[in-house]
């Protein structure tokens, strides 16, 4: 079945440090979401990339979708502690559900 | 009340048990689903449901029931758990129209620990 697997697991920066994780999924994606859970929280919608090779910038936050559209990266410039917590990467299933398969997603801490 | 709900908050259930998750959204979505986050899969889907109408049964065991009285609320009924099943389980919704299209609104989860 598809498979959307996110590298690394874990990242442990220091407060100021760049961050990015990288995703990858097993088929062609129509379109790639990505989420944030704080530690003790809930997912939280991000953003949302549909084009081939769209990039798309949220304040120090970049999202980029590959060009094959199968894989996608968020790279956090001068981090915060503000940043910690799970980043999901999501793509659709395909076929007429509007099932979204999560990745395995990157627990990022910051040290201050 | 805005965005999604979900009651109780914390459940401790012993195996023989039943009990009932809840989940509310006031977002007007007409898709709803019920996801298992553990520390082993971290988002796993259970259940999706589509205008009241259930659309996705992930191999989910049978002591999971879920119900969809009208878009806006969800249930999961649980009986006869086994303490794996201890986990965060969140209730989401979307619009429903496009496969994947919509980004999911996550109420705040239910901790649900089996003794």
């Known amino acids: 079945g598809q498979q959307v697997m996110q590298i690394p697991q874990y990242q442990h920066v220091q407060e100021g440090e760049d961050f990015t994780t990288y995703c990858n999924s097993s088929?062609?994606?129509?379109?790639i979401q990505w989420y944030k859970q704080r530690p003790g929280g809930h997912p939280v919608f991000l953003i949302q990339l549909v084009k081939s090779g769209e990039v798309k910038k949220q304040k120090r936050l970049t999202f980029q979708f590959g060009e094959a559209k199968k894989n996608s990266s968020l790279h956090i410039t001068a981090t915060q502690t503000t940043d910690v917590g799970t980043y999901f990467c999501a793509g659709p299933s395909g076929g007429a559900t509007n099932k979204l398969i999560f990745g395995t997603g990157t627990l990022l801490a910051v040290q201050p | 009340e805005t965005g999604v709900t979900q009651t109780p908050r914390h459940l401790v259930m012993g195996m023989t048990n039943k009990k009932s998750l809840k989940c509310e959204q006031h977002?007007?979505?007409?898709?709803m689903y019920w996801y298992k986050q553990s520390a082993k899969k971290p988002l796993e889907l259970m259940f999706v449901?589509?205008?009241?109408?259930?659309?996705e049964n992930n191999s989910v065991p049978s002591r999971f029931s879920p119900e969809c009285p009208n878009s806006s609320h969800l249930f999961l009924h649980l009986h006869t758990l086994q303490p794996e099943d201890s986990a965060l389980y969140l209730c989401?919704?979307?619009?429903?129209?496009?496969?994947?299209?919509?980004?999911?609104?996550f109420g705040p989860g239910t901790r649900l620990t089996v003794t």
């Open positions: 989401a919704s979307s619009q429903s129209l496009g496969a994947g299209d919509y980004e999911q609104y």
């Open positions: 088929t062609t994606l129509s379109n």
């Open positions: 449901y589509n205008f009241k109408e259930q659309t």
């Open positions: 977002l007007g979505h007409n898709a």
